[in-house]
């Protein structure tokens, strides 16, 4: 170690210095070093649909095997026919109207489009609004493109709707989006039509993009109903993003998309800068993007987990119950997701630092969770839980972070 440290240390770069992405951070290199050493630890950390049992339909697979040796080339850098045209006729069905193939583009899931989105728009200095509490790659894909995320609320009063005023509040001269994430990853809310209009006014009096993150548009509880933000205008550049990983449970397939729509006339020159940036990366996982012309086409199956007595539907009450049943954690009951972002009532457990309080939970009771600061919540009083792991592994794992609470509460 001394010798390592006279040598010229390699540093990464300036522009990490604002980049955070705390679900994969510290605390889960810490709990993979206790799987290491031979700890069971029950995992409510991510959403990763396949790893609890939730199988990519068969079709999709099947498919997927049978188009192997036609995968093995490079495809076009926006995506193979097939797809794109499957993603154009979801459009449809989602009432946007407009979308030709040549506005649709396919990538190494939504992760990667939604870096390449942000890469072609951003300036120093440009601000997009993103939401707080967020799903924490936008943020950073805001900050890694050298521009600024400013946060707007969103208000668990009302049920983690975004507050309009907060958002307008928010905008200067130097805005050029605002993003919306429905139905919202960490806390399962759904907007109504209402709100997204609300946006929609906001946007077109400022002259502003909309970038729609709508993965879990079919993760959907108690027959809520899901409006894409694309549908409700014809004029506002809106960007929608999609794809494969959870509502086909696949996303280790890497199948995403994204839908430039409105009215693109002004755009030509930012389309360029998609275009260029899809072409540098060549092109997207070709047998993932096989898979999508199927998914979309096929039996929705999903429609089987969430509808009444399915599996997600059951394990979304059931971890409902069992944390709002704890002293002094209250939370907005999900209608759409994998996820919930319960309130630790400050006067009963006054946390400081949340990320300590997740890693200390991890060592004392082998429960893994995110802490809320991780999406970009301003207070250490929330925390993310995933709700895929089956009905005993909740009940126990909900039952080991309830002790560890009223350790907590007696300190
Ligand atoms: N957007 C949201 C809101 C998500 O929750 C996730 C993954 O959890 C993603 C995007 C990334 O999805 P993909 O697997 O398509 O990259």
Same mark, same amino acid.
């Given at each position: ?60 697979? &099947?498919?997927?095997? =049978? ?5 093995? %080339? ?40 939604? /870096?390449?989105? &942000?890469?072609? @728009? ?41 507050? @309009?005023?907060? *958002? ?26 209402? +709100? ?26 108690? %027959?809520?109903?899901?409006?894409? &933000? ?27 998309? &994204? /839908? +430039? ?14 275009? *260029? ?18 998914? $979309? ?16 539907? =059951?394990?979304?009450? @059931?971890?409902?119950? $069992?944390?709002?049943?704890?002293? %002094? ?10 996820? *919930? ?6 006067? *009963? ?19 893994? $969770? ?13 925390? =993310? ?17 309830? =002790? ?8």
């Amino acid at each position: 170690n001394a010798d390592a440290q006279k040598l010229p240390q390699v540093r990464k770069s300036a522009k990490l210095a604002n980049v955070c992405y705390d679900i994969r951070g510290p605390v889960l290199t810490r709990a993979k070093q206790m799987e290491d050493e031979g700890h069971k630890i029950i995992k409510l950390n991510i959403g990763n649909l396949a790893a609890f049992g939730f199988d990519a339909p068969e079709e999709i697979q &099947m498919d997927m095997i =049978r188009n192997l040796p036609n995968s093995a %080339g490079y495809s076009d850098s926006k995506g193979i026919f097939a797809a794109r045209k499957a993603v154009m006729h979801y459009t449809q069905q989602k009432h946007i109207k407009g979308v030709t193939i040549e506005d649709i583009y396919i990538g190494n899931g939504v992760s990667e489009l939604i /870096v390449m989105a &942000m890469n072609a @728009l951003l300036n120093a200095g440009d601000e997009v609004l993103v939401p707080a509490p967020d799903y924490p790659l936008w943020t950073a894909a805001v900050s890694l493109s050298g521009g600024r995320p400013v946060h707007y609320l969103c208000d668990e009063a009302s049920g983690w709707l975004p507050d @309009l005023d907060d *958002m307008r509040s928010r905008i200067t001269p130097n805005t050029r989006a605002i993003v919306v994430i429905n139905p919202n990853n960490p806390t399962g809310a759904v907007y109504p039509d209402e +709100v997204l209009k609300g946006i929609v006014d906001l946007a077109r009096e400022f002259g502003l993009i909309l970038y729609a993150d709508e993965v879990y548009d079919k993760v959907l509880y108690d %027959g809520v109903k899901h409006t894409s &933000m694309a549908a409700l205008s014809e004029d506002v550049l809106t960007i929608i993003f999609n794809g494969l990983s959870k509502n086909y449970r696949s996303c280790g397939y890497r199948a995403g998309w &994204m /839908v +430039v729509c409105g009215d693109k006339r002004h755009a030509q020159d930012y389309i360029e800068g998609l275009n *260029m940036l899809a072409s540098m990366r060549l092109c997207a996982n070709v047998p993932g993007q096989y898979a999508i012309q199927t998914a $979309l086409g096929g039996y929705q199956s999903i429609d089987d987990l969430v509808v009444e007595g399915g599996r997600m539907r =059951r394990q979304r009450d @059931l971890a409902y119950e $069992l944390i709002t049943a704890i002293p %002094g954690v209250s939370c907005v009951k999900p209608q759409a997701t994998l996820y *919930m972002f319960p309130k630790l009532d400050p006067k *009963m457990y006054p946390i400081e630092d949340d990320q300590a309080f997740i890693a200390e939970l991890l060592e004392q009771e082998r429960v893994l $969770l995110v802490q809320g600061t991780g999406f970009n919540w301003p207070h250490p009083d929330h925390f =993310r839980l995933v709700f895929l792991p089956h009905e005993g592994d909740l009940r126990d794992a909900i039952g080991r972070l309830a =002790r560890f609470l009223e350790s907590y509460r007696k300190r």
